[in-house]
């Protein structure tokens, strides 16, 4: 979400690591002969992740709130690189980095953001909320959709209306990413961010806003290559 932090924590793997033998007890048992199908073989052994081992949650939320689970992944790596404890300086949490603010405005017990799921479906909540509050037309091109709602996910929606308003009063395609990108950053100047039609005010964050939609854009298209 808004400032998300840059610096990331490293885990560190214990895959491989040694452990100690457990005390071994004999005892008499029925010998089973083991099924060794391909079948049985197969049950016993986890569906690898295609994205993240966050897939399962992804596709659970995404179908529930009608997103893509891709487009969600994109968003959880570009926020935190999948890293389930990350907290920014601002308060923001866990992979999709939901604020304290988000879980009251959906009546979620505010502990309950450190949960990876209650995470996820919170930042699913919002984005539906958020595309819903947009209104862009069913006819604006997938692109240009979401990322007017990636920008309003990061540098709130009062100012993607805004620059939304701005665009449509000089005529230009207020469903547009480039309009939208072009006013977002005139409202850093008095010229714009003073007009009344501006309910937000001053907004200073536009090249961050840009570089986090460009980047979340690009590493959904990398996901769409590599997942259905």
Known sequence: MVLAA???????????????????????VEVVEEDTTSEALAATVEEPYIISRFDSIMREVGEDEGLDW????????????FIEDLESKQGALGIMQIRPVVARHFNVPVESINDTKTNVRLAGMLLSELEDMLRIPASTPAEDRLSIIL??????????????RL??????????????RYYLDLKADSTYYELDIVESGRFTGSRQTEGY????????????????
């Not at 840059?6 to 008499?28: K, R």
């Not at 891709?70 to 690189?81: K, L, T």
């Not at 460009?214 to 259905?228: D, F, P």
């Open 6 to 28: 840059t610096t990331l924590v490293a885990y560190e793997s214990t895959v491989g690591q040694p452990h100690t033998a457990p005390n071994i007890v004999s005892v008499d």
């Open 70 to 81: 891709r487009f969600m992944s994109a968003i959880a790596y570009s926020e935190s690189r």
């Open 151 to 164: 920008a309003s996910y990061n540098a709130g929606i009062g100012h993607v209306m805004d620059a939304r």
């Open 167 to 180: 665009a449509r009063s000089e005529g230009a395609n207020p469903n547009s990413w480039e309009s939208v």
């Open 213 to 228: 939609v460009n980047e979340v854009m690009r590493k959904y298209k990398q996901y769409c290559n590599i997942a259905s």
